[in-house]
């Protein structure tokens, strides 16, 4: 079993950062691609971004690209998710999930993802 739990969320004022951070516990954390996706009220649930299990290569949703970066720190087994220039559209349960490597299926769809968090939620005030 793994575990990830999700901080660092909070009220932010538009136009400025927030740093959200995902720390695993139990199986090895490097078997593991790990995804960050977010659901506003009466919203799916979308893909923000994931990265795989050595850092080396990220993916985003192409209307977040260039505000919004996803890295890992395999030593400490924890993802980040680090966002900028937030408007009020980004307030939304931001949820991080982890995808087995050794298994096909796409990094864009959260029915491939295996473990996910509580999620920590994230508001932007105009």
């Known amino acids: 079993q793994l575990q990830l739990v999700e901080s660092g969320g909070g009220l932010v004022q538009a136009g400025g950062a927030l740093n959200i951070s995902c720390a695993a516990s139990g199986r090895p954390f490097d078997t593991y691609i790990m995804g960050w996706f977010r659901q506003a009220p009466g919203k799916e649930r979308e893909f923000v971004a994931a990265i795989n299990w050595s850092g080396d290569a990220t993916y985003y949703q192409d209307s977040l690209k260039g505000r919004i970066f996803i890295s890992r720190d395999n030593a400490k087994k924890t993802a980040f998710l680090q966002m900028n220039s937030l408007k009020p559209e980004d307030s939304a349960v931001y949820y991080c999930?982890?995808?087995?490597?050794?298994?096909?299926?796409?990094?864009?769809?959260?029915?491939?993802?295996?473990?996910w968090g509580q999620g920590t939620q994230v508001t932007v005030s105009s």
């Open positions: 999930a982890a995808k087995n490597r050794y298994y096909s299926g796409s990094v864009y769809s959260g029915a491939e993802y295996d473990y």
